[in-house]
């Protein structure tokens, strides 16, 4: 195996997975459904199994077999996964941090900076997946401008901008915080200087792109810096002046048609003008929101034009929310129902493996978590957070509701057996329990809204970052329900479902279960989650699904420390409980999940 043969069969297997996930979405005929599960199942199995096994290898060719002959058609190679858009940090870190140091050892300062530059983007996914943004590395961009001196010596002017795209992430990308803002405006000021600089103006003063990358930083820094008015007086006075400048010259460029240039532009504009005192916040938010409906309705018409709008949806629909947040009541609710309207859209669209896709998810996360609030009663909200999960996690939706249906078969025997058991979590009447479990249970995993990318990430084994990444999902979750009125009663039960039932173990830590009025029925969820997953032979390749009387034997053994030992003990002193789980965990598991699929489908069309 060569390192180029290890990549290629690696990609290759990325385009099979999305190929059996299209294949998934798109039937609404049971017996082709169920093959398609079937056989998405099988082959992703050996998919991640093989692509775990070339990341493997690849560690080791890479230490030993990186050669002058071999290293640029990796280089080529890695390079333009990323720029057709595929990122997977697990294959692209490694190969170009090796080949940085291939190249710097040979001082191939122009190989280098480009691999550098590479790995730092990649490195920023990793950070993303992990949930980790705050955290975000600036090291990349600063080894890069670190070689400024070497500028002149660089024949290529496609790595010269390396240099200003470096600068560029400085200031822009290391701002994830208020307080950033104005460390970002000295790297601004400092990228200023070094454009002026006679050796950058002599090589490439003249370069239509290079001009363009300055203007697009001081255009993202604007729509950065937006949400401000105690940035101090410097960056301040910049913001109001070129916000002003940009606009007057965007209008005039594009004759008044400015929607494509929403966020660089207007919303600065918008906002230089409350804080001059010209426009009030609603007057703003009114004002926005006609220019974002021709942004939206551009971005919906079509895939291609959403590939380039999608970069911009996050930032715009920040921006919006924002005004929205400043503005009164009334405009807020109003323009949110149509905001809501538009994700459920978005969320249709498209599969999951591209930067774009990547985009869409975190937008719809972070709206969602705005617009519940402006969603009136219990099931609208779990509607619309159902909306936004079904299409983009369709595994995770399944498993939700295979995972309700065990709980709710557990939940009702136990209120019937086990009378007075559940008196401390305030329930008396029966349905009133039966129906907090059931939503409690269908919202338990919501937290993975957040991280689309690692939940469908079925082609390999996650790495440290990405479980670290999917042990969040709880607190993630209970992020997005503490503060509704109608949602916040489910917060410690999706704290709660992956703590042991003795509190021993368990994430996340933070959280004392034993300690929870709702103990008893996050012990319910706990177990309900345990038999769906560790059931489930059709759509989770990770692990070998094991039969009821196996799990049942595991239940057993950790009764009392993982499990609540009173529920498993109604579990195992049951038969015809048994006889009912079994059915839906192993017998009719097939028919079951096409009847949730179903439901999902029509609930969503
Ligand atoms: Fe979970
Ligand atoms: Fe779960």
Redesign the pocket.
């Known amino acids: 195996m060569t390192v180029q043969k290890c990549f290629d069969t690696y990609c290759s297997n990325i385009q099979k997975q999305q190929l059996l996930d299209e294949g998934l979405f798109d039937t609404a005929d049971a017996a082709l459904w169920k093959q398609n599960l079937l056989l998405r199942a099988k082959e992703m199995r050996s998919i991640n199994l093989e692509n775990s096994g070339i990341l493997e290898t690849l560690q080791k060719l890479l230490r030993e077999n990186l050669t002058e002959a071999t290293a640029d058609g990796i280089k080529n190679a890695a390079i333009s996964s990323i720029i057709d858009g595929m990122a997977d940090a697990a294959l692209q870190y490694p190969l170009l941090l090796s080949l940085a140091d291939f190249y710097k050892a040979k001082g191939d300062i122009s190989s280098y900076i480009t691999c550098i530059f590479f790995a730092g983007f990649v490195e920023g996914e990793i950070l993303y997946r992990s949930g980790a943004m705050e955290d975000v590395s600036t090291h990349p961009d600063e080894l890069i401008v670190a070689e400024r001196s070497h500028y002149a010596e660089i024949t290529d002017p496609s790595v010269r901008a390396y240099f200003l795209m470096s600068y560029h992430n400085l200031a822009v990308c290391s701002v994830t915080k208020h307080e950033d803002i104005p460390k970002s405006y000295e790297y601004l000021c400092a990228m200023e200087a070094f454009w002026q600089s006679p050796e950058v103006q002599s090589l490439d003063g003249q370069n239509g792109e290079f001009i363009q990358y300055m203007e697009n930083t001081r255009r993202l820094w604007l729509q950065l810096s937006f949400n401000t008015s105690d940035i101090g007086t410097p960056a301040c006075d910049y913001f109001c002046r070129y916000a002003g400048e940009l606009f007057d010259r965007m209008e005039q460029e594009t004759g008044g048609d400015i929607s494509r240039y929403l966020i660089q532009t207007y919303g600065p504009y918008l906002n230089s003008r409350v804080l001059l005192g010209h426009l009030t916040y609603d007057e703003a938010a009114e004002l926005f929101y006609v220019k974002y409906r021709d942004y939206m309705d551009q971005a919906l018409r079509g895939r291609e034009e959403m590939e380039f709008i999608c970069f911009g949806l996050i930032p715009t629909l920040n921006i919006l929310s924002d005004m929205l947040d400043k503005a009164g009541a009334e405009i807020r609710s109003r323009y949110y129902a149509v905001i809501n309207r538009d994700l459920a859209q978005f969320a249709k669209c498209g599969h999951h493996e591209t930067q774009v896709d990547s985009n869409i998810n975190q937008a719809l996360a972070e709206m969602c978590v705005k617009s519940i609030s402006t969603v009136s009663g219990r099931d609208e909200k779990e509607k619309l957070l159902f909306n936004l999960v079904i299409k983009r996690q369709l595994l995770t939706y399944l ?1 939700t509701m295979m ?1 309700t249906r065990i709980a709710l078969l557990i939940a009702e025997q136990a209120w019937q057996d086990l009378p007075g058991y559940f008196a401390e979590t305030g329930f008396t009447d029966k349905n009133e329990f039966l129906s907090f479990v059931e939503g409690a249970t269908r919202l ?2 919501l937290g993975k809204i957040y991280i689309t990318d690692i939940v469908n990430m079925q082609r390999r084994r996650l790495d440290t970052e990405e479980f670290h990444g999917i042990r969040r999902h709880p607190e993630l979750g209970a992020k997005i329900v503490e503060k509704d009125s109608d949602l916040s009663m489910y917060r410690d039960v999706i704290l709660g479902h992956h703590r042991f039932y003795d509190g021993s173990g368990g994430y996340p830590e933070s959280f004392d279960n034993t300690k929870s009025k709702l103990h008893k029925i996050i012990d319910i969820v706990t177990i309900a ?1 345990c038999m769906d ?1 560790a059931t489930d032979c059709y759509s989770r390749n990770y692990k070998a699904p094991i039969v009821f009387e196996t799990l049942l034997g595991e239940f057993v053994a950790e009764a009392g420390t993982r499990y609540n030992p009173d529920l498993v003990r109604l579990l195992k002193n049951n038969p015809e409980l048994q006889e009912r789980l079994t059915a839906v965990v192993n017998k009719e598991r097939l028919d079951r999940m096409f009847e949730v699929y179903s439901a999902g489908r029509k609930m969503y069309i």
Request: glycine share 0%; hydrophobic share 35%; no cysteine.
């Open positions: 498993h995972a338990h995993d989650d997953a």
